[in-house]
Nanobody
């Protein structure tokens, strides 16, 4: 059974930082594209950042310069370092791993930015 488990969410003050982690289990091959999405109630899930292959990265315009996505040394592990967080970035953050023919989602981790 494939599982993507996110961790690292929580409550942080505006301007603070969090580091999200995602560990994939139950998959024997490399997921070429690892992504972080976020979603707030009533809105569509949006792509925050993704990393393809060995390191090509892509970021939502609103997160460039503040967020960094990296792969871990272990297969199918990905991190999201989030700095200078804003109140409007309060959301459930989801990990996604995919390659042609395969697409997996985690259950999400809540990030709340509030003073």
């Amino acid at each position: 059974q494939v599982q993507l488990v996110e961790s690292g969410g929580g409550l942080v003050e505006p301007g603070g930082s969090l580091r999200l982690s995602c560990v994939v289990s139950g998959v024997i091959f490399n997921l070429n594209n690892m992504c972080w999405y976020r979603q707030v109630p009533g809105k569509e899930r949006e792509l925050v950042a993704n990393i393809v292959g060995d390191g090509m990265t892509n970021y939502a315009d609103s997160t460039k310069g503040r967020f960094t996505i990296t792969r871990g040394n272990a297969k199918n592990t990905v991190y999201l370092q989030m700095n200078s967080l804003k109140v409007e970035e309060t959301a459930v953050y989801y990990c996604n791993g995919n390659k042609i023919g395969y697409n997996y989602w985690g259950q999400g981790t809540q990030v709340t930015v509030s003073s």
